[in-house]
C-alpha cells in the first residue's frame, strides 16, 4: 500500500494531516482497540501464566483477517495503553529513553491513529512524550492543550482515505484527567477541554472535507463526573455533533455495542479481550447507505508470533518473567517476598462471579488493615481490583504482590462526616445489579466498572441488595455504635480514589491531611517482609443481605453446574433465576448436543 502524508502539521492544513491511500471498495472497516494496558502477549504475569483470550498479538491475528477480508481497512486505538502490567509499570515506563515494548507493537500492527488516554499521563508529561514519540502514527488528543494553546500531543485529528472515501479521526480524553494527576510532573500546566466542545472545533476544521466523521474517545457514554453538563461522556458528544458516523468510547472497560440514530457507538473491555468492528457502506451518492458495530472476542483466536517476535517485545516479556520470579534481573522483583500460611481468597461457588467482591475476605482485610495502620485513620477503603485476585499458600513474590494491587496508587487521609462516608459506601455498592425474587446468585451492573467498587474496614455493614441503588447501605456501627451523621472519621483512600469520587462527584468536603510517601503496593510488600509467614485472617465486618439465593432448591444445584461446566454462560452481568429453569436447561442441552 502506498501511504503519503500530504500534510505533516497542522499550520498546513488547519492543524489536520491527511493520509491517502488507494483502495477499490466502498466498504470501510474500521476496528478499533482501547485500554490494552500494556498486555502485549497475552499473560499474566503476576500469575506466571499464559493467557486464552486477550493480548495485542490475539488482537492483530485478527486485524490481519479483517485487512485480508477487506483491504479498506482503518486501525484506531483510544488509548490506556502504556500502563497496567509489571512490564509496563515496574520496569518499561521507568525508562523512557529505551524502546517501548508497546509502541514497538503497535507500530507493527500498523495502527493509523491513538488517542491518548488518561493512563498515559501517569508518569509525568515529560515520560509519556518520550515514550509516544516513537509511535510511527499520529496521537491524538483534541482537547489536551499545551499553555500556548496547541495541541499537547501535535494532533487533534486526522483525515484517511481509502479509495477516494475520506474517513476523519478525532480523538478526544476525559477531560477528568487532571483530577488523578494534577500533581504529576507536567500535567498541571496543560488545559483539558470539555470532549464535546473540541469535537465541535475539530468538526469545524474539517469543514466538510470527509465523507466519514468518527470520534475516538477516551470516555464513557455517560458522564463519569460532570452529570450536569455531560464534557465528559460519549453521549454528549454525539448530542451535540449528529453528523458523527463512529462513536469509539473507552475508559470504562465494558462492552459498548449500539447504534443512536446514525451513529454507531462500540466499546471494549480492558487488556485486548475484544476489538469493536465497525462497517459502514457508501452509496454511489457518496453517503452512507448502511452501517453495523460488532464487538469480536479474542477468545479462541492464536496470538501472532509476529507480534511475539519483536525483539523489543521479546526482551521486555523475559525480563518481567525474570523480574518476578528471579532469575538475575538485578530489580526488586524476583525473590520471595515472604510467606503466607495458607491462601486468601475462598473458591468461587459460581465460574467467574469472585466470593472477593460478595463477601468479605483475607485480601481485602489485609489491605485495608495496612492501609488504616500506615495512615492512621480510623476506616479505610479499597477495591478488589482483579477478580481472580489472590495469595497463594507459602511463598509470596512480586507477581503475587501485583495481582492483589495492580495500580500505583498513593495512599490519603481525610476527614469525613459519619453523612459523607454513608454516601460514599451507596455510591460504591452501585456496582450491584438489584436482587429479585427467584435470583440464585448475585450479579453486577455492566454500566459500572468493577474497580470502582470499595469494601471498607473499621466500620460493621449491611448492603441489602433487595433495595434500589442508594439505598442499600444499612446498619452502619462505629466502634459498636450507629454511626451518626455528624460522626468525624479519619478516612484512608488511595489517591485515584479521592481525586475522582470523593472530590470529583462532591461526596465529601475535607481536605487529605496526610499524603503516604510510597505506594500502597510498597506498603503491602513492607509488610510481608516484617511480618512473615502472614496467615489469612477475615473479620466479616460487612454482609450482603435482603437476598434468598434458594440455596437448597436442586433446580439452582443444576443451574450452577451446567455454569461451572461451560454448558451456561456465567451469570455476572444478569443474574439466573429459578424462573428460567427450564429454558436454561434447554439451552444447556443444545449446546451439549452441538459440541458432541
Known sequence: MLSICIASTYENLLKGCVITEMEESRHITILGTSDMHGNIWGY????????????????FSYIESVRKENPNTVLVDAGDDIQGTIMTDDLCNLHPDEEHPVISAMNAMGYDAMTIGNHEFNWGTDTVKKILSQANFPVLAANVLNPDGSYFTGHGWLIV?????????IGVVTPNVPMWDAETQGVGDLAFLPANE?????????????????????????????????????????????????????????????????????GVRNGGWDIARFDIYLGDDGRIADSDVEIVSMAGIEPSGII?????????????????????????????????TAKFQPENEIRDIPEGKIRDTAVMDLINNIQLAESGADVSASALFKNTSNLPAGNINY???????????TLYRVTVTGAELKAYMEWSVSCFNQWQPGDINISFDPDYPDFLYDMFQGVDYDVDLSEPKGSRIKNVLFRGNPLQDDDKLKLAVNNYRYSSALKGLGLISGKRD??????????????????????????????ITGINLSLDDPRRKEIIDMVNKGWLDSPYYQSYNLSQYDSLMAKARTKMEKSS
Open 44 to 59: 499474566s504475569y503476576e500469575d506466571n501464566k499464559e493467557t486464552d483470550n486477550d493480548g495485542m498479538a490475539r488482537l
Open 161 to 169: 482515505e481509502k479509495n477516494g472515501i475520506r474517513i476523519a479521526i
Open 198 to 266: 473540541a469535537v465541535r472545533r475539530a468538526i469545524n476544521e474539517i469543514a466538510g472535507r470527509a465523507d466519514i466523521i468518527m470520534v475516538s474517545a477516551h470516555l464513557g457514554v455517560y458522564p463519569e463526573f460532570d452529570e450536569e453538563h455531560g464534557s465528559d461522556s460519549g453521549q454528549k458528544i454525539i448530542d451535540d455533533n449528529p453528523e458523527i458516523a463512529v462513536l469509539q468510547v473507552a475508559h470504562n472497560h465494558v462492552i459498548v455495542r449500539r447504534k443512536e440514530g446514525n451513529t454507531l457507538v462500540g
Open 308 to 340: 511475539r517476535g519483536i525483539p523489543a517485545v521479546q526482551k521486555a516479556h523475559k525480563m518481567t518473567i525474570e523480574y518476578v520470579n528471579g532469575g538475575g534481573s538485578g530489580e526488586e522483583g524476583g525473590a520471595s517476598l515472604g510467606s503466607t
Open 399 to 409: 507477581g503475587n504482590i501485583f495481582s492483589i494491587y495492580k495500580f500505583d496508587n
Open 514 to 543: 496526610w499524603v503516604s510517601s510510597r505506594s500502597i503496593r510498597d506498603m503491602i510488600v513492607d509488610y510481608f517482609a516484617k511480618h512473615s509467614p502472614v496467615a489469612p485472617s477475615t473479620d466479616n465486618n460487612w454482609r
